[in-house]
């Protein structure tokens, strides 16, 4: 049974670029979210993906932006990179109508912005 | 809105010794609540989940958590601590079915260092 799956592992870009993240959900998961984690701190929540639609957002910039697509998998993409940005993301899956589901995280992409 | 406060950044402890992480919560709804483990370079592990029911949970890897609504904490304790147990350990909480967002809210996180 594959887990949350992430791609790249790591990804360099430079301030003003933009950035592409993917993520495959655990097998029978139909939603997806995405945190931030920047060192040193907690995971933060971007957004939550589900029936392709943006479901929940957290507390960040209209830069980042996602997509689910119908396999269930999924994109975050950051516009206008800033140094601030440099972080681990995490993509973590869940199946929404069992209620108490528990999320399950993937390895994470380290992005650093220089 | 929910937060989590872990009491302690970092805890050192010896080898074979008893540990307990300390985790504080506040929400105006009811939650549940999750103790995730990251090892260095890698993402989060559940470790266990109060749902419901039974305030003691058990979880992997020997860890328990006692769930004390009366003061809002959800301690993570584990009776004998192994060097591979070293690694950072957050306390999450969650809004429960009907409460609304699904989101996890994390605390900052505790850097257990198991010393031999």
């Known amino acids: 049974d594959a887990g949350v799956t992430q791609s790249p592992t790591h990804l360099i870009k430079t301030r003003g670029q933009q950035v592409t993240l993917r993520c495959s959900p655990k097998?029978?998961?139909?939603?997806v979210s995405w945190y931030q984690q920047a060192l040193g701190q907690g995971p933060q929540f971007i957004f939550q993906?589900?029936?392709?639609?943006?479901?929940q957002r957290g507390n960040f910039p209209d830069r980042f932006s996602g997509h689910q697509f119908p396999n269930y998998s999924s994109e975050l993409n950051v516009n206008a990179l800033l140094l601030g940005d440099s972080a681990l993301y995490l993509c973590?899956?869940?199946?929404?109508?069992?209620?108490?589901?528990?999320?399950?995280f993937g390895p994470g992409t380290r992005l650093t912005v220089l | 809105a929910q937060s989590v406060t872990q009491l302690d950044s970092q805890v050192p402890v010896f080898e074979e010794a008893p540990v307990e992480l300390r985790c504080n919560y506040s929400?105006?709804?009811?939650?549940?609540l999750f103790w995730y483990v990251q090892y260095p370079n890698q993402g989060l592990q559940l470790l266990l989940k109060?749902?419901?029911?039974?305030?003691l949970v058990k979880g992997i890897n020997g860890f328990e958590a006692e769930f004390n609504k009366s003061q809002t904490s959800f301690h993570l304790r584990k009776p004998s601590v192994h060097i591979s147990d070293t690694a950072e350990y957050f306390c999450?909480?969650?809004?429960?079915?009907?409460?609304?967002?699904?989101?996890?809210?994390f605390g900052k996180g505790t850097k257990l260092s198991v010393i031999p």
């Open positions: 999450a909480v969650r809004r429960t079915p009907g409460a609304g967002s699904y989101q996890l809210t």
């Open positions: 993906y589900y029936e392709e639609e943006e479901r």
């Open positions: 929400s105006s709804v009811s939650v549940y």
């Open positions: 097998s029978g998961h139909d939603t």
């Open positions: 109060y749902l419901s029911g039974s305030t």
């Open positions: 973590a899956s869940n199946f929404l109508r069992a209620s108490t589901d528990t999320q399950y």
